[in-house]
């Protein structure tokens, strides 16, 4: 099970941020954001920390390693 896209949305939902206000506060396409939540692909490094600062949280949670 890729847990990172669960709690991707999950933090995501706690910050009440949409997809699109995500993809616009990382710089990228919604479509892209919706492919790391839609488990297709996931960030790089640089996005996956940007991704911590935006939604504050650690990227042990995103990743699976702790809970929130």
Same mark, same amino acid.
């Given at each position: +099970? @890729?847990?990172?896209? %669960? @709690?991707?949305?999950?933090? $995501? *939902?706690? *910050?009440?941020?949409?997809? *699109?206000?995500?993809?616009? *506060?990382?710089?990228?396409? /919604?479509?892209? %954001?919706?492919?790391? /939540?839609?488990? $297709? @692909? /996931?960030?790089?490094?640089? +996005?996956?920390? /940007?991704?911590?600062?935006?939604?504050?949280?650690?990227?042990? %949670?995103?990743?699976?390693?702790?809970?929130?």
């Amino acid at each position: +099970m @890729n847990s990172f896209k %669960y @709690n991707l949305i999950i933090a $995501r *939902k706690k *910050k009440e941020l949409t997809q *699109k206000q995500m993809a616009e *506060k990382l710089g990228i396409a /919604e479509s892209c %954001y919706a492919h790391w /939540e839609q488990g $297709r @692909n /996931e960030p790089g490094i640089d +996005m996956l920390l /940007e991704l911590c600062s935006i939604l504050e949280i650690s990227s042990d %949670y995103l990743l699976g390693l702790k809970s929130f």
